[in-house]
Nanobody, 125 residues
Framework: QVQLQQSGGGLVQAGGSLRLSCAAS????????MGWFRQTPGKEREFVAA????????YYADSVKGRFTISRDNAKNTVYLQMNSLKPEDTAVYYC??????WGIGKTESEYDYWGQGTQVTVSS
């Protein structure tokens, strides 16, 4: 049974930092690209960042480029999202996701096969 267990959300002031973690189990982690998405009430889930299985490719939404960093540790089956210089508009439920592929990066929700449970990130002004 595949599980993506997220941790690390919370409340932070604008300008602060948070790191999200997503630990995968029940799958061969190196067969999957990993991504982060976020969703606010009444809106569709939006892409945030993704990383290839070898960490040789990363891709970011324009809204987070230069502030967020995605990384992964294949030995720990874990993907991370380091979020710096947070803004109130970053407030959302964040989801990690796994995309079965051996090359490239998935940038759309439909490409992802498994999803974490979501974690709330709230940035106060």
């Amino acid at each position: 049974q595949v599980q993506l267990q997220q941790s690390g959300g919370g409340l932070v002031q604008a300008g602060g930092s948070l790191r999200l973690s997503c630990a995968a189990s029940g799958l061969t982690f190196t067969n999957y690209g990993m991504g982060w998405f976020r969703q606010t009430p009444g809106k569709e889930r939006e892409f945030v960042a993704a990383i290839s299985w070898r960490s040789d490719s990363t891709y970011y939404a324009d809204s987070v480029k230069g502030r967020f960093t995605i990384s992964r540790d294949n030995a720990k089956n874990t993907v991370y999202l380091q979020m710096n210089s947070l803004k109130p508009e970053d407030t959302a439920v964040y989801y990690c996701a796994a995309d079965f592929r051996t090359w490239g990066i998935g940038k759309t929700e439909s490409e992802y096969d498994y999803w974490g449970q979501g974690t709330q990130v709230t940035v106060s002004s």
